[in-house]
């Protein structure tokens, strides 16, 4: 299966890019050569296996056992309180914006 | 000491800890090599600014603090926020940014006393394999050359750290590793380098390509070196990053003096395939002569998927890249467009202008593989093998301690040689992208001299959390050998 230039202008589009015409051909090559490689992916067969969205999940309990020795269930990824622990920096965060006033960040007008 | 910049961590640490030099002394020194630029290293440097910390760690070296990295130069890949120096991750998009904080990595080697030379280059948001990609300064970006042979990359991303290590311009550098990246420069350019497992090191203030492959590591000339900063590096950080392990700081040079006598070393089959290049090939054998000689087992063991890392790795590293680079929109900071429609259209101008070739590439592959009727057959199977590949590893480990192979099929190349042809840099980086998929520590040390005098790089990967496992086999190696000790014709 290969994409197409309308498949490009599509992606472009969602990406927020936009590419001329060699570049746009450019690229359609150069995807489809590398999807040429990614179809070996297809003939494995996973089915039953779970994907894996993270390294953490995958750490055995064994490697756990004299680092963390609480962590019976093995690591799993965190959340913290839902406590302001951050102080407020606006002028230091604002400093390397293209474009601010009144310390509100500056955008084109977007509604009439 | 007509020669301080060729001395490495521990050995600067005990002249600053005898008094024998200052840490302003030592800045001073350094910084008078960075002159010219060598190599296209660094992109941001400042006097002043080092010489500042160098002078608070002489105040501390006056007031009797030990610790073991106080004074010590340090220079930083330029993917880490620092509030004394610009930062770019090598990108047009962030050219003249100033981070209101610090990386916590940063932040730790700069606690522990370390004084930072300046801004490493790096292929921009670290996608690249030979430093080719940096598109910073936009006046005039030039790609690092590698000190071995100056018409040679220095492989990447983390060129710039790998060529100011091997260039003797800084005892250490930081680096990144997504699919490599710290491991395939270094053995390039024939230094040390440590990935940890995956989450030991914060990435707070590290520039995102791939959040669940990104991992921060040292760079230096001996396993010694990376020990005592990898110790500095490492911990938990656990209000500001939420893949930190919450596992306790380590002294990861603990071992390092532990006789190899029974070690364990897998050998994997399918990374000694026909497209190994026969010069690192007999680097690696030697090298593992050595081992054996030392005490070590040789175990042949299987990764059968190993040639599946590559589509996978290039798969799910520009799918969450195209997530991660989403904030690059001209409106809270970074390039913005100077001309535009609306809104739509000031998105469009200031990414098309602000990225270059290859983040565009991967961040069109990241939203093509995530897009509506291609997410389950690219992205979710990726992820599935992704899981494979790491059960292969658990596998391995349960009849090897730590494995060993090459790093890359070849030694460096030419400037030049793969920079039309992307492919060709992923398809070289086979060896490195299983261990990064399976988030499980890997290194590169320096085991000899291949085609046209040009570093080879051994690969020893680590079951998890086994950091300090590898730094041993990596010292006890570089005791027995001076492959570490070489040095480019021009760092002397």
Redesign the interface.
Known sequence: MSLTSDDIQRLAQLSRLHFDDPARARLLEGLNNFFAIVEQMREVDTSGVVPMAHPIDAMPLEAWAQHAPSATDGMALRLRDDVVSEPNQREANQRSAPAVERGLFLVPKVIE | MGDLHTLGVAQLSALLQNKDISAVELATRMLARLGGNPHNAFLSVDSEVTLAQAKEADARLAAGDTSPLLGVPIAHKDIFVTTDFPTTAGSRMLE?????FNATVVQRLGDAGMVSLGKLSCDEFAMGSANENVAVPAAKPLPVTNPWDESRIPGGSSGGSAAAVAGHLTPAATGTDTGGSIRQPAAFCGITGIKP???RASRYGMVAFAS?LDQAGPMARSAEDCALLLSAMCGPD??RD??S????EEDFSRDLNQPLAGLRVGVPNEFFSDGLAADVRAAIDAALKTLQDQGATLVSIALP?T??S???Y??IAPAEA?SNL?RF????????AKE?????D????T??EG?G?EV??R???G??VL?HGYYD??Y?????????I??DF?RAFASCDVIAGPVAPTVAWKLGDKSDD??AS??ADIFTLPASL???PGMSIPVGLGEGGMPVGMQLIG???QEARLLNVAHQFQMATDHHLKAPGGAA
Do not use: C, W
């Open positions: 003249g940014y100033r981070s209101p497992t995956y989450g669940s656990l209000d939420s893949t392990l919450d596992v306790k998927r040639a599946l590559i589509p996978v290039y798969i195209s989403s929109d001209g409106v809270k900071f970074g390039h913005r535009f429609t609306d809104l739509a000031m998105y469009e101008k990414r098309t990225f070739e565009k590439r961040i069109m592959i939203s093509y897009s057959a690219y979710l199977q990726a992820q599935k093998i992704r899981r494979m790491a059960d658990q992307p492919l992923y398809l399976a988030g499980l079951n998890y959390l």
